[in-house]
C-alpha cells in the first residue's frame, strides 16, 4: 500500500489580505486593481458578519416587522386586514 503525500506548492505574491469582510473584500479589490498580486485568505465565509448575521439579515427583519405593523394599522384606516406572521419569507 502507498501513502500519499500532500503536493506542497510555494508561490510568492504582493499582498495577502487575512479576511474577506467588507474590509477585506474592499482591500483585495483596490489591490488586485492596481496590479498587485493578492491573495486573500478566509477562515469562514467569504462576506464576513455583513451578509450572514450583520446588515442585510438585521434590514430583511426590520423591514418584515415594518410591514406587520403597517399591515395590522389598516383597520384604523382601510378596513380588516388578516396578518398571519411567518418567519419563513424573512429567513
Ligand atoms: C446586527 C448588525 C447590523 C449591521 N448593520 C450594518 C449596516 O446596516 N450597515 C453597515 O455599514 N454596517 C452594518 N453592520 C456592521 C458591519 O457588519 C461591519 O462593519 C462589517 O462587517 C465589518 O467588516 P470587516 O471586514 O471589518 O469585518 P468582518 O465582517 O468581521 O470580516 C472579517 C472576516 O475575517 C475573517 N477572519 C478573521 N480572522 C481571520 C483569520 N485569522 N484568518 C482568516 N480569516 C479571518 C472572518 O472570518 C471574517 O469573515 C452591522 C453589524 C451588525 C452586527
Redesign the pocket.
Given at each position: 500500500m502507498t501513502t500519499e503525500q500532500p503536493v506542497e506548492t510555494v508561490e510568492t505574491v504582493d499582498v495577502v489580505v487575512?479576511?474577506?469582510?467588507?474590509?477585506?473584500e474592499d482591500a483585495t479589490g483596490r489591490l488586485a486593481r492596481a496590479g498587485l498580486d493578492v491573495v486573500a485568505?478566509?477562515?469562514?465565509?467569504v462576506?464576513?458578519?455583513?451578509p450572514y448575521?450583520?446588515?442585510i439579515p438585521?434590514?430583511m427583519m426590520v423591514r418584515a416587522s415594518d410591514a406587520l405593523a403597517e399591515a395590522r394599522r389598516a383597520a384604523t384606516l382601510a378596513g380588516r386586514v388578516d396578518v398571519a406572521p411567518d418567519w419563513a419569507p424573512v429567513a
Amino acid at each position: 500500500m502507498t501513502t500519499e503525500q500532500p503536493v506542497e506548492t510555494v508561490e510568492t505574491v504582493d499582498v495577502v489580505v487575512i479576511g474577506t469582510g467588507p474590509g477585506g473584500e474592499d482591500a483585495t479589490g483596490r489591490l488586485a486593481r492596481a496590479g498587485l498580486d493578492v491573495v486573500a485568505v478566509e477562515a469562514r465565509l467569504v462576506g464576513g458578519e455583513c451578509p450572514y448575521f450583520g446588515c442585510i439579515p438585521t434590514k430583511m427583519m426590520v423591514r418584515a416587522s415594518d410591514a406587520l405593523a403597517e399591515a395590522r394599522r389598516a383597520a384604523t384606516l382601510a378596513g380588516r386586514v388578516d396578518v398571519a406572521p411567518d418567519w419563513a419569507p424573512v429567513a
